[in-house]
Structures are given as C-alpha cells and as structure tokens.
C-alpha cells in the first residue's frame, strides 16, 4: 500500500521567512515517482515538480527547494524568503510504478504568509 | 495552450438525482484521470482512462458511479441516485503520453463543486 503523510495541517509565518513542509511517504515499490502540488484559494493544482526514487538530488527551483532522502522516506519542500502569494495548500503524492495509476496525496498543508 | 477544463464549475442537485460532470483534458493528452476532493483533504482517485478503456477504476466508490470516455478526449463522469456523502469537489487531470508506467505529471482542471442537499 501507498501512504503519504504530511503531519503539519497549518503553517502560519511572517514574509520573508524560510518555510520547510514536511513529506514522507510510504511504499514497497522500488520504483516510483513524487510530486509537490499547490492548490491556491481558486482551488486549481498547480504541478511544482515531479522527482523518481532513482534520483535523490536535491533540486533548487527560484524561492523553491525540494529535499529528497530515501533513507528517510522524505521529500520535503522548503520556500525560501516566504510571500504572501506563497499562501496555498500544498500537497505531497506518490505514485508507485507498480501499483497503479493514481497519485496517492497527503491530506495537505495550508501555509498562510502574512505580511 | 489551454489548460484541462471541467464543466460545470458548480453543481446543485437533490439527493436522489442524477448527474454528470464534463472534463476536457489538454489537447494531445491520452491519459485522463478523476479525482475526489473533500474539504480539508487530499484529491482521492477514482479512475484512470488511457485513450477510450478505463484501465483502472478501482477508487470509484461504488456502481452508483461511471465514467465514459467514448472518443478517447472528453470524458464525463456519471453519478446515479446521488446521495449527500457524495458532496465534494470533483477534479479531472490530464497528462501526456508516457513510456512507463507513472511517468508524467498530471495537470488539474479547476474542478466541479457538487452540492447534495
């Protein structure tokens, strides 16, 4: 079975300050895929990146970085100098290469950047 | 290019009726997914369409629920006899042709709201 868990449901911080959101995952696949979605109060997911387990470097996109340890099961995401555009729900998944074809998602974390 | 749409936006129906959710996936995507997302939750799967068949429908609760995807790019789900728990935000994502298995990101249509009074 897939599992992700994402244990802090709210985060609140100041703009400007560095923010990390916590993953970790669950699965007996030797073979699979995470991903970090943002889903904004219009309520669309937005795809942040996409990372398979044969590939632990971690990646720097602008404010976004994105740690993946396998010996750890996490993939976490950290937003660098916060704003307040940055306030959405942000959603871990996996998706297991043998197991199917869904996403399976954290139930989320609401970051809220106030000024 | 656009994005995965779905209509309609809302949805009000009566427990007991009869409804169907439209999703127009991103031109050229042969993968069509349907999610459903309750508040304060993650999306959950319910199917997974590649060109025409459904090759996956086990999240679908039950066989009040359907979806049809006859010309291999619209799709619509279906719910029969709909009942309260049913309420939620239904989501369509689309993604490209992929070489394996879980290859592809999917990206998200801006959902339905279904409402069952």
């Known amino acids: 079975a897939q599992k992700v868990t994402q244990a802090q449901t709210e985060i609140s911080v100041v703009e400007k300050e560095d923010v990390t959101l916590d993953c970790v995952y669950e699965t007996r696949d030797t073979t699979y895929y995470l991903f970090w979605y943002k889903q904004p109060p219009s309520g669309e997911l937005v795809f942040l990146i996409r990372?398979?387990?044969?590939?632990?470097q971690n990646e720097i996109s602008g404010r976004y970085s994105w740690n993946f340890q396998k010996s750890t099961s996490s993939f976490n995401f950290t937003i660098t100098a916060s704003q307040v555009v940055d306030s959405a729900v942000y959603f871990c998944a996996l998706r297991a290469s043998n197991s199917g074809y869904a996403l399976n998602f954290g139930k989320g974390t609401s970051l809220l950047v106030t000024p | 290019g656009a994005g995965v749409s779905q209509t309609p936006s809302n949805k009000v129906t009566e427990k007991g009726k009869y409804v169907e959710l439209r999703c127009d996936p991103i031109?050229?995507?042969?993968?069509l997914y349907w999610y459903r997302q309750s508040l304060g939750q993650g999306p959950e799967f319910l199917i997974y369409f590649q060109g025409t068949g459904a090759a996956d429908d086990s999240g679908l609760p039950n066989d009040r629920f359907f979806a049809v995807r006859p010309e291999g790019s619209v799709s619509t789900l279906k719910i029969q006899r709909t009942e309260r728990g049913d309420s939620a935000v239904y989501l369509c994502a689309s993604s490209s042709p992929q070489g394996g298995r879980g290859a592809s990101e999917q990206f998200f249509g801006p959902g339905t709201r279904l409402t069952v009074l």
């Open positions: 990372r398979n387990s044969f590939d632990e």
């Open positions: 031109s050229g995507h042969t993968a």
